[in-house]
Structures are given as C-alpha cells and as structure tokens.
C-alpha cells in the first residue's frame, strides 16, 4: 500500500538553528498538510498546502515556518529558527481529495537542545 | 474555537469485549469525522471514515454519528490485547484541516 514517507524520523538541533523537514506524498495525491504533537498533547493542525499555494495556517504557524514543493514530490516543512517550545513530533498528512480521509506517514520526532 | 472533545481514559476492557469509545465536536457544520489508532510513539492510522448519520461497519469496528447531537462514537467488538492504543476522533469542519481530540486511551487486559 502506497504509504507518507517523512524524513528524517529524528532531528536533534540547537535553539536558534534552521531544521527542514521532508515528506514525500503518496504519487496520486494533491493535498499536503503538516501537523504537529507536542508529547503527550493533541496532535495540532499546522498548514494545508495545494496547487502550490498555503490554503490555511493556524496561529502556531508563524513568520518562522515555510513550506514549500521545491521538485514536484518532496513537501517540505522549514523553521527558520527552532526555539525549545518547536520540540515535538512533526507529521506530514495527504490526501487526494479534502473530503476523504487523510493519511500520515511515521512523524520526524524534533528535539531543540 | 472548534472543539473534538473525547474522555482520555484510560478505558479498560478484557480481551473479547466490546470497547465503546465517544466523542463529541462543537461545530454543527462538520461535514467528515474520522477515528484514527495511535501506538504510543507512532503517527496516527485511520481506522474508519464516517460522513452520514448512522452506523459504518468494517470488521470489527462499527462507527456511529448522530449529527443532531453531534457525537461521533467507535465499537471494537471482540476486543483484543493488539487493540490497546490511543484513539483519537478527528473531525473536518468548515475546511479541509483536521481537528483532534486529545484520544482516549484503550487498555484490553487477557
């Protein structure tokens, strides 16, 4: 079954450094969105992204996260740079259609030192 | 603020019983609910999909909306020891984001 590969599976980073993460959608699917889990938390609905274009952001989206499509397969999540509170897992989510189900591949779990 | 409220738990059931799990969701447009497994440490994995009121059954999960009293539940029948996770609902509203709850986290004891 085609599947959400995210990479890396773990990031650890200094405060104040850049960290990209990187999702690579299932082939057919058009609609991209990165959330986030804080441990023992909710998981947070951070950017939708389609057609090239940010569709929504949440609050926690802020001046420090891009997103981009930079070669037509990899989605990547940037954040300029990470603060202590940006420690959690990050997961990318897609789907081909916004009223069917979305699928998650395995989070990359962020650590800021 | 849209809200998915669900009991956390732990909800604790022996092997081979019924686990019913609930859910309610504050925004009377939600158009799509959706119930998601999560292993500790692991991402989500759908479980079921549900977007009419009434039952949806695949295998040994039955979900059931009733969107007039906007609740959304889970049935796992003949419960087993694998089926211990965290099970969040997750609702779509008036866009394509997804909305969880904080889960509820299921125990099946042998």
């Known amino acids: 079954e085609p599947e959400v590969t995210q990479t890396p599976s773990h990031q650890v980073t200094q405060m104040g450094q850049e960290v990209i993460l990187r999702c690579v959608p299932i082939?057919?699917?058009?609609?991209f969105y990165w959330y986030r889990q804080i441990l023992g938390q909710k998981v947070e609905f951070l950017v939708s992204?389609?057609?090239?274009?940010?569709?929504?952001k949440s609050e926690i989206f802020d001046d420090q996260f891009s997103v981009e499509r930079p070669d037509g397969s990899n989605f990547t999540l940037k954040i300029r740079s990470t603060k202590l509170e940006d420690s959690a897992m990050y997961f990318c989510a897609t789907t081909w259609d916004v009223s069917q189900p979305q699928h998650f591949g395995d989070g990359t779990r962020l650590s800021i030192l | 603020q849209k809200e998915v409220e669900q009991n956390s738990g732990p909800l604790s059931v022996p092997e081979g019983a019924i686990a019913s799990l609930n859910c309610t969701y504050s925004?009377?447009?939600?158009?799509?609910f959706f119930w998601y497994r999560q292993y500790s440490g692991k991402s989500p994995e759908l479980i079921m999909s549900i977007y009419s009121n009434g039952d949806k059954e695949d295998g040994r999960f039955t979900a059931q909306l009733n969107k007039a009293s906007q609740y959304v539940s889970l049935l796992i029948r003949d419960s087993q020891p694998s089926d211990s996770a965290t099970y969040l609902c997750a609702v779509n509203a008036d866009t394509d984001k997804l909305i969880f709850g904080t889960g509820t986290r299921l125990q099946v004891f042998p």
């Open positions: 992204f389609y057609n090239n274009e940010i569709s929504e």
């Open positions: 082939s057919n699917h058009l609609y």
């Open positions: 925004d009377r447009g939600s158009q799509s």
